[in-house]
């Protein structure tokens, strides 16, 4: 161990350190300012990667904004009452998304569990404790909805006790609407797959007083998704925080009629009595998100999407010269809409599988994830990318490419 004395000896000559020593700065401070960062993932032996894939819950989302993690550092430093805090935040949000209110969650799923749950209880306290069981409640226990939306993720509607009752046209949904229906939900991202489309499912609900809902979870960009649902009309849009707004991902938003979210919010931690304690969101995670919808909100997104058609551009000109190779620069409509590079080749020339090529770059140095692109393919993304990281990419891309060429 080395002495006091010898070690602000030692530390004196580190210029930063040096500087701190003597300024009335604690001795603790002034060695974690000079101690080395951990390097937890290398640690770990945890692998990181450049993403070429895009925003995915296993891959861990995105990356959260420089301004997100100060205000999570920040929120880390006081307590705070939570519900003061989602009050506040919860008010604000809603002016920036056009609703009459809204509330942080732990992402869009648990939004989806418990706008519902708000529905079905209001605000009975002993309702919200019977909560998954609705038999003999006298609580309604039935969402209506289309076909093409009825998703995995609808799990979170029937976590409250509901179960799904799937419809394909207007006349399906006049027929199922009984005294049970609780709720009629709708998926942005499949919109097209289905016959109804938003205004007319929104209309079918006011027409028989039940309260729709919109899943937009992955579907910003546009910016103006986030106020479009409400606009119209329905009474709960749920969103995920940590895909394109970069906020915690863990947390999204609840966005809605202002009785609908109160009820919510009776489901929703500090309180323990129900099914949403599980669906915890720290207050550090509530100012995050709170930031990055404000960041999200304020970006110049003209300015942002050239530079993700620049970045497409670079790898579409780096690879497209080989030989059998075919690209196309496709822009998904509904959700995930960013400019995606599709890279597909011929198989004659080329002697490399869509997931050889995944799989070597993945093994490379640096490792870098891209998306499947079917038997002799790959898609790229650079919205997940740091600047400069489509430079590596495109190499990388042109290299596997090149050797595999026959
Ligand atoms: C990602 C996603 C969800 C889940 O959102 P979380 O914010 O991770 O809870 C729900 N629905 C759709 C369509 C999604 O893409």
Partial sequence: MLSRRKLIQRLSSFPLVGGLIGSGVPLSQALAAAAPKRDLFRELGVRTFINGAGTLTYMTGSLMHDEVLEAINYGATEFCLLDELQDKVGEKIARLV???????????????????????TGMDLKKVEQLPHLEYTGMKSEVICQKAHD????????????????????????????????????LHIEADKGKIMHEEWVALGKKHNIPT?????ADVPPVENLWRFN????????????????????????????????????????????????MKVNKEEVLGMYVALEKFINTDHAKLWKSWEDGIAHIEGTV???PGIQTEVHVPPMGNHTPTLRIRWDAAKIRLTGKDLQ???????????????????????????????EKIVAKRLREELSKASA
């Avoid at 995995?152 to 799904?164: D, E, F, M, Q, R």
């Avoid at 799989?359 to 740091?386: C, H, Q």
């Fill in 359 to 389: 799989d070597r770059l993945r093994a490379g140095d640096p490792s870098i994830e891209v998306g499947g692109g079917g038997p002799n393919g790959v898609n790229v993304t650079v919205w997940m990318m740091k600047p400069g990281q």
């Fill in 151 to 186: 998703i995995v993720y609808n799990h979170a509607l029937t976590n409250t006790g509901c179960k799904i009752v799937q419809v394909e046209t207007a006349e399906d949904v006049e027929k199922a609407i009984n005294e049970r229906t609780a709720l009629m939900h709708f």
């Fill in 213 to 217: 809902s919109i899943d937009i979870a």
């Fill in 98 to 120: 056009h609703s009459e209110a809204a509330v942080v969650t732990s992402g869009a799923f648990s939004g989806m569990t418990l706008g519902l749950a708000g529905i079905l």
């Fill in 231 to 278: 606009d119209m009309g329905f009474s709960f849009v749920v969103v995920s925080g940590g895909k394109a707004m970069r906020g915690p991902q863990s947390a999204g938003l609840l966005m809605g009629r202002k009785d609908i979210i109160a009820a919510a919010r009776l489901h929703m931690p500090p309180r323990g009595f129900n099914i949403g304690r599980g």
């Fill in 320 to 322: 497209k010269p080989l």
